[in-house]
């Protein structure tokens, strides 16, 4: 049987419908409050028999935090897929996220040393990779200590993996780019796509990879079938630049494009508006330094190693983005 943690996010819904649409045994681990309904709807937009797909799922309560629940939910599994995690920028939730993403990582490997378990898969992302001046990074580059709490509770969270694959566990990291799909509107990319719907007048000049969601579940499956373990791999398509982004979307959702660029400085300012708005409203912030730097870095990566492992072939990101903003039509 097949344990998947993160089932209700985007990377790990999608995951346990490919798995369930092979008739694989899936148990997915759930947090008490957490919503399937997400998961249902991702369902029917790629299938007419999405309730039955659904049902197939074998869904257990508990929390990678919670060394007694993942007793249970360890009961006769011998593969396991985790993506769950705590997304964030700001400084905030760094605690929440060295719980989630780093104690929760170190649980889940602690856990499946102790089952021994034949194959783990862990999703990281490439905020958790090194940086490279004028070249495209790749796996060999070394991460260095920046404002960015999640890529850094995500660094240590690949840590705890590489520990356990130090003591026999057969593990595998990859390390998705901005992954584009359906279903999830408050979060990630999807949360960036709700939020040029609502008009955007400026557009930021950083540049980053992006992948489609159906290619990170589809390597991962190939990565565990094929038994490559005791390796990390990035996983970009196509390295675009945000303003393209942002211009496709307004394109499949026939929206005005933003006409102009965000300097950083008027993101400063809007960093000191945003402080002000939460102090005086007591409401979460928006913008933090991190998000300001990460919408102007121009970072390219490497898919090679990828693609030289598997003869892989990406679905082209233009499509991809174009899929998704029509589920959000219909949404």
């Not at 028999?49 to 993942?70: H, P």
Request: proline share 2%.
């Amino acid at each position: 049987m097949i344990l998947v943690t993160g089932g209700t996010g985007l990377v790990g819904c999608h995951l346990l419908y490919s798995l369930v649409k092979e008739n694989k045994k899936v148990r997915a681990l759930h947090r008490k409050n957490s919503n399937t309904d997400s998961v249902r709807k991702v369902f029917s937009y790629y299938s007419k028999d999405s309730q039955n797909l659904f049902d197939k799922i074998e869904w257990t309560e508990g929390n990678i935090n919670d060394v007694s629940s993942l007793e249970i939910a360890f009961k006769d599994i011998t593969e396991i897929y985790h993506c769950a995690a705590f997304i964030s920028f700001s400084n905030q939730d760094l605690n929440a996220m060295k719980k989630i993403n780093v104690e929760g990582t170190a649980n889940m490997v602690n856990c499946a040393i102790d089952k021994k378990i034949n194959k783990f898969c862990y999703v990281s992302t490439i905020a958790a990779v090194g940086e490279r001046n004028n070249l495209p990074i790749d796996e060999e580059c070394e991460w260095k200590e920046n404002n960015n709490p999640y890529s850094k509770t995500k660094f240590d969270a690949e840590l705890e993996v590489w520990r356990g694959i130090s003591e026999g566990l057969n593990a595998v990291i990859v390390n998705p780019g901005v992954i584009v799909g359906s279903g999830f509107w408050k979060r990630g990319s999807g949360a960036f796509i709700t939020q040029i719907s609502r008009g955007m007048n400026y557009y930021p000049s950083g540049k980053t990879g992006f992948i489609c969601v159906k290619d990170v579940v589809k390597i991962m499956k190939e990565l565990m079938n094929k038994n490559i373990f005791s390796e990390r791999f990035i996983l970009v398509a196509e390295n675009w630049t945000q303003k393209d982004f942002i211009f496709s979307v307004c394109n499949h959702l026939n929206l005005k494009f933003p006409a102009k660029k965000a300097s950083i400085s008027l993101m400063k300012v809007g960093l000191v508006l945003d402080a002000l708005r939460s102090f005086f409203l007591n409401k979460r912030r928006r913008l933090s330094s991190a998000i300001i730097k990460s919408s102007h870095t121009k970072n390219e990566y490497s898919n090679k190693k990828i693609v030289s492992a598997l003869d892989y072939k990406f679905i082209n990101v233009e499509n991809s983005i174009e899929e998704t903003c029509k589920n959000f039509k219909i949404n």
